[in-house]
């Protein structure tokens, strides 16, 4: 069974852009159901599923996700959800406003993975920020039953094994990649249909005012004459 923070991503609304796990399994389903639920506005819950835990913040319109099991401890987790926060504005800021799904992953999952496990592995992670304040404010996000945020016939068998993991997020990575890859070449399609459409109006423009054609027939009768 994956120990600590098992799974993390950051969103806009319901739109992934990064994530990292260190398990496979189903939880990405049950997640994206839980970015569709939960509000836009700024705030902190914790969502108890089986026996884990869906610890998240919502900062500036983007959804910070931290999936942990759930005797981990929650001030933890709202650490690292709060680091990545930080990193992840700083790293991006208003260009994740308009990103399409998975635009960070390549560069920020490679983050994610590293502090997920330094806050899973290293004692340091707490004794640095066991502040009293951090404390008391984690003890009051309230812990909900995610049945409460769930409609019938949404319930989902939450399965997470780390057999086979690297081997299920490299397929899944690829997939992915290779549907963002097909985003940015239609993109670069429009682009390029709007930039010769603006050539051909300047051509157009130029061929108006030049009259080539009324040239060409008044040296016509000019040599008639």
């Not at 951090?134 to 409609?151: A, G, H, P, T």
């Not at 993991?165 to 239609?186: G, I, P, Q």
């Amino acid at each position: 069974m994956a120990n600590g923070i098992i799974y993390s991503l950051v969103a806009r609304g319901n739109t992934v852009l990064a994530e990292f796990s260190t398990a496979s399994g189903n939880f990405s389903q049950v997640t994206h159901i839980i970015l569709e639920k939960i509000p836009s506005q700024d705030s902190k819950v914790s969502y108890n599923y089986d026996r884990f835990l869906f610890n998240i913040v919502v900062s500036q319109g983007l959804t910070y996700l931290a999936m942990c099991e759930e005797q981990f401890e929650r001030r933890i987790a709202y650490s690292f959800l709060s680091e990545i926060n930080g990193r992840f504005e700083r790293s991006f800021g208003q260009v994740a406003k308009h990103a399409v799904a998975y635009e960070m992953n390549k560069s920020f999952s490679k983050v994610l993975k590293e502090q997920m496990e330094y806050f899973s592995n290293n004692p340091s992670a707490d004794n640095v920020r066991r502040v009293q304040s951090e404390i008391d404010e984690v003890k009051s996000v309230m812990v909900q039953n995610i049945d409460r945020l769930l409609e019938r016939g949404e319930k989902i068998d939450l399965l997470v094994s780390k057999a086979d993991a690297l081997n299920d997020e490299a397929v899944v990575f690829k997939k992915r990649s290779n549907t963002l890859k097909r985003k940015m070449w239609w993109q670069n399609c429009k682009l390029m249909l709007v930039l010769l459409l603006i050539v051909a109006i300047i051509i157009t423009v130029i061929l108006l005012i030049t009259h080539p054609w009324t040239h060409g027939k008044k040296d016509n009768s000019s040599n008639n004459k």
